[in-house]
């Protein structure tokens, strides 16, 4: 098969690395053809989990195919290539749903059961991996087979947040929701500070199916952490006064033509955002509604967003803190950011509930916050050593979907599954084929002697 | 009202796209191909998409002689026809082409199963005075250049043969198109050297589908290799075959 040798990076623009790129179009075309492989689907990881520098990335973008749509079970079975954006409105006008979805919807199926995804329902709903029925892997040998909570499933908890590093992943069987409307309920509750954002976030009174907060990082002093709680669920037919409630409307995508100048996003722009949004947003206090794509995605509305932070790109960083500890950790994480003068232009925290089973999956109970953070300079690594070093030490983690330079250690002590899921992968794939930039960074399956 | 449209080479990807944007339309499709578990899913997602009623079925270009039989099957699954797309081709390996057993290989699909399954096509619709025949060539068809002169010879082949077809059918009311692509993101063309303002196959299925609305007979895709093309065959022999391309 034809190969390109390009510099790919992740969705931050950071690392950028110099890979060997196979498209396959058929499905059997889907299987490990060189020494070292990772399945790609979108790249919308952000650090190094979609690149094997100078080895294999296998795109699966052309396999994308939607092979079966339960109406009446609401059961989707697809490839692993196909795209969020794509399942949408074919399932939405049939009154089903997502039941996890992450910010974004250009991420293909197989990239949100690779990284177990959560959304702002986690802490009702649990990870993208507690709805997959089932999937079909491509193990190092070649051979496929199935996987799910009854079958394989040593390997189907291996493979669910296990980064593409068990086996391709090629068809994926999902139990969507049911939905009335394509609209969200929502409702928004400004916090004059962190400690009311989280009460605002664990009161049974103004919980719903999705909550999330946005949090003005560079307020200080009194004000640390404000922010906006915002609750939504799908709308009812009764609350929706349209006459085809299922309908979807094409919408518009804009994109940036140009990579913005690294100066744009800068300390006082971004205060001045952050107060113009948190004025605006804390006036919506009585329920209205959204449609699920301005309300989910955003961010999907400017099509390649990630240009705004230049071309040094931008390293997100996201970390979970347990229930307990969660308040003092996130207090000492803004502190240390606002310390360093830093700003994040983005920072969202939401609630997670309880784990799910995937080995290497991300979520704990408890709050994840996650932070945009320009690369203007080295010296910001510097300072995310920091953050890891006060995460670490309440208990909590770094999601590797996101990350793009935690250390071989500091994994192992987040990821306290590692051992057990270690085993497994040796078990399929004893030569280590399936391995990433990621992988090598943090000596997964190639433990430093 | 949707038409029943028959697709010969259905999992390329232009095949692809140009699938999707009959779907899209409503209209129903028979997908034909040598493979039949890649047509199995490329139907499932039509379905799924669309909603709409796809067959499909074995179809091997270069065994010319199971192709009256091929039809008829169509013509069961489908009662009646009302378009053809032919989508299959065969690049091949120029350098293995200088032996006659390779080119063979390569003038057989892309040349001689061709004229075979379109020549039964043609008589399909001659006496029903209606229906499209929409044959997809290449540019590298319009003139002999040493890195694909094996498969351009058969697709310039195609594309005179569809011209004549053309002649032949236009007192039918029967439209017969040639789609001449240049750059398209596919298989063929992923990681070769030297590409440029590639075009995306859904892109180019969509604009195959639309020029059944127009009056246009050969088609280059995108619209600027017309250009292209008309610069390259107008360089004169002499300085051409002293050319590296």
Known sequence: ?449 | MSANVLILGATSAIARGTAAAFAARGDNLYLASRDLAELQRIAADLQVRYGVKVHYGLFDAAATDTHPEFFLTVLKDMQELHGVVLAFGLLGDQQAAHEFSVAEKIIASNFTGAVSILSICANYFEPLKRGFIIGISSVAGDRGRQSNYVYGAAKGGLSLYLQGLRNRLFPSGVRVVTIKPGFVDTAMTFGLPGLFLVASPQNIGRQIVQTLGKSADIVYLPGFWRFIMLIIKHVPEVIFKRMKM
Not at chain 1, 202 to 231: H, I
Not at chain 1, 425 to 434: E, F, H, L, T, V
């Open chain 1, 1 to 449: 098969m034809p190969t390109l040798t390009k510099p790919i990076s992740g969705w931050g623009r950071y690392p950028l690395q110099v890979c060997e790129l196979e498209r396959p179009e058929r499905y059997a075309d889907l299987r490990p053809t060189s020494d070292t492989l990772i399945a790609r689907g979108q790249g919308r990881s952000y650090g190094d989990a979609s690149l094997n520098e100078h080895g294999r990335v296998l795109l699966t973008e052309r396999i994308d195919r939607m092979l079966e749509l339960d109406v009446q079970q609401g059961i989707l079975r697809a490839e692993a290539g196909v795209t969020l954006a794509d399942i949408l409105p074919v399932i939405v006008k049939q009154g089903w749903f997502l039941p996890v979805t992450p910010g974004t919807k250009f991420v293909s199926l197989g990239g949100c059961v690779a990284s177990d995804v959560h959304g702002k329902n986690h802490h009702h709903d649990g990870g993208f991996a507690e709805h997959v029925l089932a999937i079909e892997l491509i193990l190092a040998d070649g051979s496929h087979i199935k996987c799910s909570a009854t079958e394989n499933a040593d390997i189907f908890w291996a493979t669910v947040g296990g980064m593409g590093l068990t086996g391709i992943i090629g068809e994926v069987t999902l139990k969507l929701i049911p939905i009335q409307t394509t609209q969200i309920s929502v409702t928004n509750h400004a916090a004059k500070n962190l400690a009311h954002l989280f009460e605002l976030l664990q009161d049974p009174a103004l919980d719903d199916r999705y909550s999330v907060a946005w949090v003005d990082c560079l307020a200080t002093g009194e004000q640390l952490g404000r922010g906006v709680a915002m609750f939504g669920h799908h709308a009812s037919s009764a609350e929706f006064s349209g006459s085809n409630p299922l309908q979807t409307k094409p919408k518009r995508t804009r994109s940036l033509p140009f990579d913005f100048p690294s100066w744009v996003l800068n300390p006082l722009s971004i205060k001045l955002f952050n107060k113009l949004y948190y004025y605006k947003e804390s006036r919506k206090t009585a329920p209205f509604l959204s449609d699920y794509d301005s309300y989910f995605y955003p961010l999907d509305a400017l099509g390649n967003w990630n240009r705004m932070y230049g071309k040094r790109g931008f390293v997100q960083y996201q970390c979970v803190l347990p229930e307990a500890t969660a308040l003092a950790g996130m207090t000492a994480l803004l502190k240390e950011l606002s310390a360093s003068r830093r700003a994040s232009f983005l920072a969202v925290l939401k609630r997670f509930g309880a784990a799910g089973k995937g080995l290497l999956s991300f979520p704990l109970p408890g709050y994840t916050l996650a932070l945009d953070l320009p690369l203007h300079d080295k010296a910001l690594f510097s300072l995310l050593d920091k953050l890891d070093h006060i995460v670490l030490q309440h208990g909590g983690r770094v999601y590797l979907a996101k990350d793009a330079r935690i250390s071989a250690e500091s994994f192992r002590s987040m990821y306290p599954h590692y051992a057990e899921w270690l085993k497994i992968k040796q078990s399929i794939d004893p030569a280590n084929r399936y391995s990433s930039s990621l992988s090598r960074r943090l000596h997964i399956a190639g433990e430093v002697k």
